[in-house]
Protein backbone atom coordinates (compact mmCIF):
# COMPACT_ATOMS: atom_id res chain seq x y z
CA UNK A 1 0.00 0.00 0.00
CA UNK A 2 1.42 3.73 -1.08
CA UNK A 3 2.18 5.65 1.83
CA UNK A 4 -0.09 8.86 1.98
CA UNK A 5 3.00 11.35 1.04
CA UNK A 6 3.43 8.81 -2.12
CA UNK A 7 -0.10 8.90 -3.07
CA UNK A 8 0.23 12.82 -2.71
CA UNK A 9 3.17 13.12 -4.66
CA UNK A 10 1.39 10.55 -7.67
CA UNK A 11 -0.91 12.88 -7.55
CA UNK A 12 1.15 15.93 -8.26
CA UNK A 13 2.82 14.34 -11.28
CA UNK A 14 -0.78 13.34 -12.79
CA UNK A 15 -1.52 17.20 -12.71
CA UNK A 16 1.60 17.77 -13.85
CA UNK A 17 0.70 15.61 -17.18
CA UNK A 18 -2.61 16.64 -17.38
CA UNK A 19 -3.61 13.36 -16.23
CA UNK A 20 -7.02 14.47 -14.29
CA UNK A 21 -8.34 10.16 -14.60
CA UNK A 22 -5.69 9.58 -12.74
CA UNK A 23 -6.33 12.55 -9.73
CA UNK A 24 -10.37 11.51 -9.87
CA UNK A 25 -9.46 7.70 -9.42
CA UNK A 26 -7.51 8.79 -6.15
CA UNK A 27 -10.21 11.14 -4.38
CA UNK A 28 -12.85 9.94 -2.60
CA UNK A 29 -16.33 10.02 -3.85
CA UNK A 30 -17.16 12.73 -1.02
CA UNK A 31 -14.02 14.68 -1.22
CA UNK A 32 -13.96 18.41 -0.22
CA UNK A 33 -11.26 20.56 -2.49
CA UNK A 34 -10.83 23.84 -0.79
CA UNK A 35 -9.38 27.04 -2.07
CA UNK A 36 -8.81 29.77 0.55
CA UNK A 37 -10.23 32.42 -1.79
CA UNK A 38 -13.72 33.89 -3.23
CA UNK A 39 -14.89 32.31 -6.30
CA UNK A 40 -15.98 36.14 -6.96
CA UNK A 41 -12.37 37.39 -7.08
CA UNK A 42 -10.23 33.93 -8.16
CA UNK A 43 -12.71 31.47 -10.40
CA UNK A 44 -11.27 28.43 -9.35
CA UNK A 45 -11.62 29.59 -5.70
CA UNK A 46 -14.07 28.27 -3.16
CA UNK A 47 -15.19 25.29 -1.54
CA UNK A 48 -16.12 22.33 -4.17
CA UNK A 49 -17.48 18.67 -2.93
CA UNK A 50 -16.99 15.25 -5.09
CA UNK A 51 -15.58 14.19 -8.39
CA UNK A 52 -17.54 16.66 -10.18
CA UNK A 53 -16.81 19.82 -7.74
CA UNK A 54 -12.97 18.55 -7.92
CA UNK A 55 -13.02 18.41 -12.06
CA UNK A 56 -14.81 22.37 -12.09
CA UNK A 57 -11.76 23.59 -9.84
CA UNK A 58 -9.19 21.48 -12.37
CA UNK A 59 -10.99 22.88 -15.67
CA UNK A 60 -11.34 26.46 -13.77
CA UNK A 61 -7.65 26.51 -12.85
CA UNK A 62 -6.72 25.02 -16.39
CA UNK A 63 -8.87 27.69 -18.52
CA UNK A 64 -7.42 30.74 -16.97
CA UNK A 65 -3.74 30.12 -16.61
CA UNK A 66 -0.81 28.37 -17.93
CA UNK A 67 1.91 27.36 -14.73
CA UNK A 68 5.17 28.55 -15.79
CA UNK A 69 6.35 26.58 -12.28
CA UNK A 70 4.60 24.34 -10.01
CA UNK A 71 6.94 23.41 -7.35
CA UNK A 72 5.96 20.90 -4.50
CA UNK A 73 8.82 21.25 -2.35
CA UNK A 74 8.62 20.40 1.10
CA UNK A 75 6.38 17.13 2.59
CA UNK A 76 5.28 16.56 5.92
CA UNK A 77 2.79 13.95 7.22
CA UNK A 78 1.32 13.56 10.36
CA UNK A 79 -1.54 10.71 10.88
CA UNK A 80 -4.42 11.46 7.84
CA UNK A 81 -2.47 14.50 7.07
CA UNK A 82 0.05 15.42 4.62
CA UNK A 83 1.18 19.10 4.21
CA UNK A 84 2.92 20.01 1.42
CA UNK A 85 4.91 23.94 1.19
CA UNK A 86 5.40 24.64 -2.63
CA UNK A 87 5.51 27.25 -5.06
CA UNK A 88 3.95 28.62 -8.44
CA UNK A 89 4.27 30.64 -11.17
CA UNK A 90 1.62 30.91 -13.16
CA UNK A 91 0.62 33.14 -16.30
CA UNK A 92 -3.12 34.14 -16.05
CA UNK A 93 -4.35 33.89 -20.38
CA UNK A 94 -6.86 36.70 -20.29
CA UNK A 95 -4.42 39.32 -19.43
CA UNK A 96 -0.58 37.79 -20.15
CA UNK A 97 0.12 39.12 -16.42
CA UNK A 98 1.75 36.49 -14.44
CA UNK A 99 1.68 35.92 -10.30
CA UNK A 100 4.25 34.15 -8.16
CA UNK A 101 2.85 32.40 -4.72
CA UNK A 102 4.37 30.44 -1.93
CA UNK A 103 1.12 28.16 -1.13
CA UNK A 104 0.21 25.40 0.94
CA UNK A 105 -1.46 22.64 0.52
CA UNK A 106 -3.19 20.15 3.15
CA UNK A 107 -4.30 16.67 2.55
CA UNK A 108 -6.64 14.42 4.29
CA UNK A 109 -6.18 10.69 3.31
CA UNK A 110 -8.72 7.67 4.40
CA UNK A 111 -8.65 4.75 2.94
CA UNK A 112 -6.25 5.18 0.75
CA UNK A 113 -7.98 8.15 -0.89
CA UNK A 114 -7.96 11.93 -0.93
CA UNK A 115 -10.55 12.66 1.40
CA UNK A 116 -9.90 16.75 1.58
CA UNK A 117 -7.57 19.34 -0.22
CA UNK A 118 -7.38 22.22 1.10
CA UNK A 119 -4.68 25.14 -0.02
CA UNK A 120 -3.64 28.35 0.81
CA UNK A 121 -2.00 30.75 -1.53
CA UNK A 122 -1.68 34.58 -1.94
CA UNK A 123 -4.91 35.80 -3.27
CA UNK A 124 -3.58 39.37 -3.74
CA UNK A 125 -0.68 38.39 -6.41
CA UNK A 126 -3.55 36.29 -8.54
CA UNK A 127 -6.05 38.80 -7.91
CA UNK A 128 -3.17 41.65 -9.88
CA UNK A 129 -2.91 38.98 -12.15
CA UNK A 130 -6.49 38.87 -13.31
CA UNK A 131 -8.65 40.84 -15.49
CA UNK A 132 -10.04 43.93 -13.35
CA UNK A 133 -13.73 43.82 -12.57
Not at 13 to 38: H, K, M, Q, T, Y
Not at 44 to 51: C, I, K, P, S
Not at 99 to 110: A, L
Not at 115 to 125: G, I, L, S
Request: net charge negative.
Amino acid sequence: MQSNTSLVQAVYAAFGRGDAPFILSNLDEAVEWASNCNPADIPWGGVRHGHAGALSFLQALGGHVDFEAFEPRLFAAEGDLVFVQGRSVARVKATGRAYDSDWVHVFTISGGKLKRFHEFYDTAAIIAALPAK
